[in-house]
């Protein structure tokens, strides 16, 4: 395999030199947690993050150049999940970085919890983005929100968590299911509604619809 992995615009990630993959550097070089591609180039190993299975890749697939993470940061990630695209957070963050997992779910807090015990750098945190009273002790300020859930009251979860914990010049990323919140309306007419909502607060920077990588989904990136 002759393929040469170059640093993409978007800080901490990178991607071939035909353009067709991105990946991380692998903060645990030899593992791999969701049997993605691995490939070594210098002695350094980079894994695959696939764009159909994240938003976060999917927006930068599509086309965000400033998604905000950077190395040492401390992000607050709300929908967890068994933790794919936490796994590459991890990555880019790196050592110096913290990231708390936030999930309501036992089911896939257990695999989180798994995955944290190699990657000390996440944080597991048993808990509802709808009640931050409940992790307010636990967490820090953080540089960056990132939200991935599907509720009908999305928009609101998001706005109240960066206003808790959110520093001032952090960034905010919500990936936006618009089924979650009406599956009869047209996904385009949710994604500008909630777009209007978060700009009363928080600046937006970039917009993006994730089709055909996600269908019904968009993200929407704010600084603060």
Known sequence: MSTKIKPHKVFELFYDEKGRRLYTQNLLPGRTHFSERTY??????????????SKL????????????????DAILYLGASHGYTISFVSDMVGTEGMIFGIDPAPRVMRDLVFLSEQRKNIVPILADANHPEEYETRICGVDIVYQDIAQKNQAEIFLENCRLFLKKGGYGLLAVKA???DAKRKSKQIF??????????????????LEPLEKDHCMIIVKK
């Open 179 to 181: 089924r979650s919140i």
């Open 40 to 53: 070594r180039e210098k002695n350094i190993e980079y894994r695959e993050f696939d764009p159909t299975r």
């Open 57 to 72: 890749a999917a927006a930068v697939v599509k086309g965000a150049t400033n998604i905000g993470l950077r190395k040492g």
């Open 192 to 209: 500008e509604e909630i777009r209007r909502k978060v700009e009363k607060e928080l600046t937006v920077i970039d917009y993006r619809v």
